[in-house]
């Protein structure tokens, strides 16, 4: 049985809840995917979500991004229940979250630049030169100054997948979601992405990633969230469970994973 | 018989240019419409979709020849008597616009799920999503076909002959009537047939180009 809900704190200043996950179901017809998952994440925590394929965790990263709807239960984002119906509630959900996927979907007719100023004249209404400005800023936190006017087919994996997180961070979204984003990548430029989001969590960004990387997971992450069968097997401090897991399930994947 | 003569050329490229009217009315009407249509076709109001399938079922499951009947002949009938040019560009813009409907609407439809998913989580609506993301990657994707289409267009306004309309084809007739020199004749008009699709083929290329010079 998952051995859930084990004493949760955040190492960082505990506040209120950013994202709070309470009982989620989501079926995909026959298929039930997510199975009553709860758990909350605090303003500035790094929560990594871990488990086999098929353990429900992109799922429930694109339930909280508003990707999917759900069949039950309840996600809140900065207080705003996620899925309800209406543009104005949409506007709020995509204000608070920010999301990075594994096959990047940088614009491809595009250029870097204009990648990120896009959302940033259309939907924040900024000026283009303001606009513009704001990219300069998120492209050298990212380190690609030089790739301003380059187009994505012109970048290498690991830089597409730094333009892709510089985008979403010139929203200045309230929480981040990195579904797999180094999956695709080799391990050289898997380390140049992962750098990135340590910077972004140093920086005090609110982050939930699914990964695979379980050194990511150890270095970065505050808590740790196990997936097995669409259920929170086991979650916690990062340090704890993973020195003193709790479940064989939980064990076991940790050791396939080193 | 009367002697073919410079005069008979003048005659058929005065023909050819009725046909390359034709083919801009056919074209820019069955754009317009075609557009709709498409976006029609992939609206999220199931009626919507059902109307405009329905409209293209119906367009593409009838001969061209049949369509020109009913707006010249049919309508006349009705108390509405086009003129041959308008009856022929009404016809030509129905069937135009099945055709780039479908074929656009694929080419919105390929362009990866991602890209909405992308743009919908950086707050773009659904107008936006459309405009600045998924329509100029569709385009790429359409040259291609829709050129090819383009010289499908070209090549049936010929059937704009049953109803009386004088362009190139009917004005080679014309011209073999009276000068029974079918070889010579038949074979300037496919030349001039010729010499205005290969150009688009030519532009479509160059269009190509210059759409992935850009990436």
Redesign the interface.
Known sequence: MPAAEATREAPRAPSEAIVRIQDVVKEFGPLRVLDGVSFDIARGQVVAIVGRSGSGKSTLLRCIAGLETTQGGAITVCGHAVGRPGSAARAQLRRDVGMVFQSYNLFPHLTVERNITLALTLVKKQSRAAANAKAAEVLAMVGLTDKRTAYPEQLSGGQQQRVAIARSLALSPQVMLFDEVTSALDPELTAEVLGVMEELARRGMTMITVTHEMGFARRVADLVVFMHKGKVWESGPTAELFTTPKTAEFSQFVSSEL | MIQLNANHFLYLLQAAQWTLLLSLIAFAGGSVVGLALALLRVSRIGVLRVLASGYIQLIQGTPLLIILFLSYFGLGIMGFKLVPIVAAGLSLTLYAAAFLGEIWRGCIEAVPR??W?????????RF?QYA??IL??SV?LAIPPTVGFMVQIVKNTSLASVIGFVELARAGQIVNNSTFEPFTIFTVVAAIYFAMCYPLSLAARALERKAHA??
């Not at chain 2, 998913?117 to 609506?125: K, R, T, V």
């Open positions: 991602t890209q998913e992308a743009s919908d989580c950086l707050g773009l609506n936006q600045y993301v100029p990657q790429r850009g990436r």
